[in-house]
């Protein structure tokens, strides 16, 4: 009893992990798939076959854009806190801090920063706001764990998406197949009837 409880949770658990991309069912029997309502010919069901494979391809290219930008964002996110912890070391100190920091694509300009103990963060869409450092650190250190988390989710929901393809591409050659199948015994019953 106790093992089906555990199943049961694991598959609620893999649904709500995947949630909002329907899962492709496997077609073992072509017969009895294509009497279902809206399959009443092969065209019908490969039509209906391939407008769900191609509503996988949308959510796969969505999907690779979100991870594309999270790639990208947490390195960013891992720059910015590396600058914080050593803002951090050198604000006990009296002497500026000598950096450079970029005006433009591949123009930098030398400046002094005293210390300090407050840092100005881009949260997004125009929004800069003023945090103490360790503030700062706390909000980034935060983000970048859910950046992290957000990138290992939507690599399982590609690698479930990947799975969705295979599916459906086999559906579409198995009823491919058996119409080919079907439509080769009327030829040949055609050809007896004839003789």
């Known amino acids: 009893m106790a093992a089906t409880i555990d199943n049961s949770n694991a ?3 893999t649904k709500r992990k995947h949630l909002g991309i329907p899962e ?9 798939f294509l009497k279902q309502p809206g399959n009443e010919t092969a065209d019908a069901a490969l039509r209906k076959l391939d407008e769900q494979y191609q509503k996988y391809k949308y959510m796969e290219l969505n999907l690779s854009q979100k991870k594309l930008r999270l790639k990208s964002q947490i390195p960013q996110i891992i720059q910015t806190l590396e600058i914080l912890r ?15 920091f970029m005006l433009a694509d591949n123009v930098y300009c030398k400046a002094s920063v005293p210390p300090t103990d407050k840092v100005c963060l881009w949260l997004g869409a125009n929004v800069m706001l003023e945090y103490d450092i360790d503030e700062a650190q706390a909000l980034l250190e935060k983000n970048l764990s859910t950046a992290s988390r957000n990138l290992e989710t939507l690599e399982d929901d590609l690698d479930f998406l990947r799975d969705q ?12 197949n058996w119409d080919v199948k079907r439509r080769s015994k009327e030829n040949v019953l055609k050809l007896a009837d004839k003789s």
Request: proline fraction near 3%; charge should be negative.
């Open 165 to 176: 393809f295979t599916t459906t591409e086999v559906n579409m050659a198995r009823v491919y």
């Open 11 to 13: 598959v609620q658990a």
């Open 86 to 100: 050593h803002m951090q070391k050198k604000k006990e100190t009296t002497a500026p801090m000598q950096t450079h």
């Open 24 to 32: 492709a069912v496997f077609v073992e029997d072509v017969d009895s």
